[in-house]
């Protein structure tokens, strides 16, 4: 073992870690049931495949890989090598074969993302790098090697360039309807994929702490001793809970532009996987294999993904996803709770003194 912590073997580097390794994982294993199904929804859009088809062959990948080796700093052994480290342990840990290449750009907010066709790129800003301490940043690293084992960088990259295609054609009559219709539903599978990605990245980070700290300076910045961990998850529980019907149109008209979950759900999204037997199966080294992913039925995992969603708005205390649940119950006076749970956007009953005369004020 070399001096740096990792074994030498040939001259392949393989980190000596305590982490728990997954050879031979699938995918599977950590995607969020809603992730699977989403995508399901997006292929079947009239009009995605001739787009998708389209697109692959008129996007400037080239470009964008050139772009980033002139403009940005390539991860190596010699350039960020605490990220180069971080970055082969995730390929190590979830038994990705080919390490992605990597880039740190310049610019003050922290993101990151996986992009490509051919093949995934990493990219990771300089506010990021500086926001996060080694372990948060290990489970960021984790989320994008997880989209690259997932086949998320596909739909991310044609994302980000119907985004900006969108706002190209907005003065074509129905052009942009036809567009948005697609950035729509790919929006929708990309928050989705990013629960499966923040999973990926628990697994590879093994420190829910560590996870959870990373979502609250995103959402908070550097801070830290300003934030608590539990007070965080409470503020997603008011957010699921809280309200009536109007607040539950509000959080979809909010969400729909976004390709990111709010950071409060992802939050309680990650902790409640973290805690739930499916975590413990691949943590005790049960889990599907990458070579089974051809005998997986398409029919089975829609099935598991409707199931998934229906237990989601069963134990939601969402108020739609209640009057949902109740609708399939069979529930009464549900006239009456819809009536009380819109009556905030009409405009408030005019007091005693202003009603018109014969008018009776009940």
């Not at 393989?14 to 995607?31: L, N, T």
């Not at 199904?37 to 997006?42: G, I």
């Not at 998708?52 to 772009?67: H, I, M, Q, T």
């Not at 300003?226 to 809280?242: C, I, R, T």
């Amino acid at each position: 073992m070399s001096d740096d912590g990792h074994q030498h073997t040939g001259t392949e580097r393989v980190p000596s870690r305590q982490r728990r390794r997954f050879p031979g994982i699938s995918s599977r294993a950590y995607e969020h049931p809603a992730d699977r199904s989403a995508l399901v929804a997006l292929r079947k859009l009239t009009g995605f495949d001739a787009v998708f088809k389209a697109l692959s062959g008129l996007l400037p990948e080239r470009s964008l890989r050139l772009l980033f080796l002139s403009d940005s700093v390539r991860v190596s052994e010699r350039q960020f090598a605490h990220l180069h480290d971080m970055l082969r342990d995730a390929c190590y840990i979830l038994d990705l074969e080919k390490v992605p290449p990597m880039y740190v750009t310049q610019d003050p907010q922290p993101s990151a993302m996986c992009i490509g066709l051919d093949e995934p790129v990493i990219v990771v800003s300089t506010g990021l790098v500086e926001l996060l301490d080694e372990e948060e940043m290990r489970a960021v690293v984790g989320h994008e090697v997880g989209h690259a084992l997932s086949g998320h960088s596909v739909y991310r990259t044609i994302l980000l360039f119907l985004t900006s295609l969108a706002l190209k054609v907005a003065w074509i009559p129905l052009g942009n309807v036809a567009i948005m219709a697609i950035v729509t539903a790919l929006r929708e599978w990309f928050r989705k994929s990013e629960l499966s990605a923040d999973r990926a990245g628990l697994l590879v980070g093994q420190d829910v702490r560590a996870s959870m700290r990373g979502l609250m300076k995103i959402a908070g910045g550097n801070h830290l001793h300003e934030m608590n961990v539990d007070a965080f998850l409470e503020q997603a529980e008011e957010y699921d809970s809280g309200g009536d019907l109007r607040d539950s149109v509000l959080k979809i008209l909010n969400v729909l532009p976004r390709s990111h979950p709010f950071t409060t759900v992802r939050a309680a999204e990650l902790k409640k996987w973290a805690e739930s037997r499916d975590h413990q199966r691949i943590m005790d080294g049960r889990y599907p294999r990458r070579d089974e992913d051809g005998d997986t039925s398409v029919g089975a995992s829609f099935r598991e993904s409707a199931a998934s969603y229906a237990g989601d708005v069963k134990d939601s205390k969402d108020p739609l996803m209640k009057l949902v649940t109740d609708l399939a119950g069979g529930a009464g006076d549900l006239g009456g709770r819809v009536r009380r749970g819109f009556d905030g956007f009409r405009s408030p009953p005019p007091s005693k003194g202003d009603t018109a005369d014969g008018d009776r004020d009940e």
